[in-house]
C-alpha cells in the first residue's frame, strides 16, 4: 500500500514561488503497472480542481488550462517523488494542494461523429 505525503506549502506574497512535493511511502511508484502522478487544489465549499499530472514512466506533462505557463509538474526517480514548482502565485491560488497516484487502465475510445 502506498501512502503519499505532501509537503513545500506555506504563506507566501503573490508573485512569489513555492514548489511542492508529494512523497511515496510504502511502495515506489515504479512499482505501479502505468501510474499517473497528479496535484488537485480545493478550497473549502468548492470542487476539487485538478492542476497537472504526470505519466511516471514516460514523465509526460499534463495540465489544466489555467496553471499553463506558471506551474511545472516533474519527477525525481532516484527520490520517488513528484513536484511541482508554482511561479508568480496569486491569491486565487490559494487552496490546499493534494496529489494523488493511479494506474491507467487500457482507455477505452470515444469517438463523436458529426
Known amino acids: 500500500q502506498v501512502q503519499l505525503v505532501e509537503s513545500g506549502g506555506g504563506l507566501v506574497q503573490a508573485g512569489a514561488s513555492l514548489r511542492l512535493s508529494c512523497a511515496a511511502s510504502?511502495?515506489?511508484?515504479?512499482?505501479?503497472?502505468?501510474?499517473?502522478i497528479a496535484w488537485f487544489r480545493q478550497t473549502p465549499g468548492k470542487e476539487r480542481d485538478f492542476v497537472a499530472a504526470?505519466?511516471?514512466?514516460?514523465?509526460?506533462?499534463y495540465y489544466a488550462d489555467s496553471m499553463q505557463g506558471r506551474f511545472t509538474i516533474s519527477r525525481d526517480v532516484a527520490k520517488n517523488t513528484v513536484y511541482l514548482q508554482m511561479n508568480n502565485l496569486k491569491p486565487e491560488d490559494t487552496a490546499g494542494y493534494y496529489c494523488?497516484?493511479?494506474?491507467r487502465g487500457q482507455g477505452t475510445q470515444v469517438t463523436v461523429s458529426s
Open positions: 510504502g511502495r515506489t511508484f515504479g512499482t505501479f503497472s502505468n501510474p499517473d
Open positions: 494523488a497516484a493511479a494506474d
Open positions: 504526470i505519466h511516471w514512466k514516460s514523465a509526460q506533462t
